[in-house]
Each structure stands twice: as structure tokens, then as C-alpha cells.
Nanobody, 123 residues
């Protein structure tokens, strides 16, 4: 069972990036909520957003609403995080994780984590 986040990089403020989360070892279509978390330098890990199994429910932390969009491609077993209008404060390592608990932002409810990908937003 593995999740792998990728697609990070260096971008200027106001720019866009799309992160991908590739899942192997289980089908995300089978009772799995997938979420993105991030951890900025010197700070704790923070919930960014999540998407339900069939994509009909998406939750976002307030600071990214209207700028970030989560989507999923069940046949390809992938989840995406489209990040627009990036801000310097979005700089962080971004992780994807899966949970069997719908609609939760509590990281303790996420039992499978991938290695993160670094997003750096310059001013």
C-alpha cells in the first residue's frame, strides 16, 4: 500500500501548480477518502482539503478555498490538487493520505501516508 505525491516545485506568487497523488496497493474507489495535508517550515502539519470516494464531497481549509481544487481519477487511481493564485504562505511540503472516515480533517484518522512533495512559492 503506497501513496506517492509528486509535482511540487518552485513557482512565483500568483502562479499555479498541480500536484498528483498516485496510489498503489488499493483502489481509491473502494471506501477511501483522500486528503492533502501540508507542513510549512517550522510548523505542524495542516489539513488542506479532502475528497470523498465518489468525488461528490470536497472539504477545504479556509485559507485555500477558491484557490485550490481537489479532483480524483478513480480508474487511474490518482488524486490531484490544483493550486492557483499561490501565495508565499503556501510554501510547504505537501502530503496525500487516505482514510476510511468520510469528511474528516483529523490527521489521526488518516492511516496511509505518502512521501511529500515540496512546493516553494517565491515573492
Amino acid at each position: 500500500v503506497q501513496l506517492q505525491a509528486y509535482g511540487g516545485g518552485l513557482v512565483q506568487a500568483g502562479g499555479s501548480l498541480r500536484l498528483s497523488c498516485a496510489v498503489s496497493g488499493f483502489k481509491i474507489s473502494e471506501h477511501y477518502v483522500i486528503a492533502w495535508f501540508r507542513q510549512a517550515p517550522g510548523k505542524g502539519r495542516e489539513f488542506v482539503g479532502s475528497i470523498s470516494r465518489d468525488g461528490d464531497r470536497k472539504d477545504y481549509t479556509e485559507s485555500v478555498k477558491g484557490r485550490f481544487t481537489i479532483s480524483r481519477d478513480n480508474p487511474r487511481n490518482k488524486v490531484y490538487l490544483q493550486m492557483n493564485s499561490l501565495k508565499v504562505e503556501d510554501t510547504a511540503v505537501y502530503y496525500c493520505a487516505s482514510s476510511r472516515v468520510p469528511g474528516t480533517s483529523d490527521e489521526s484518522q488518516y492511516d496511509v501516508w505518502g512521501r511529500g512533495t515540496l512546493v516553494t512559492v517565491s515573492s
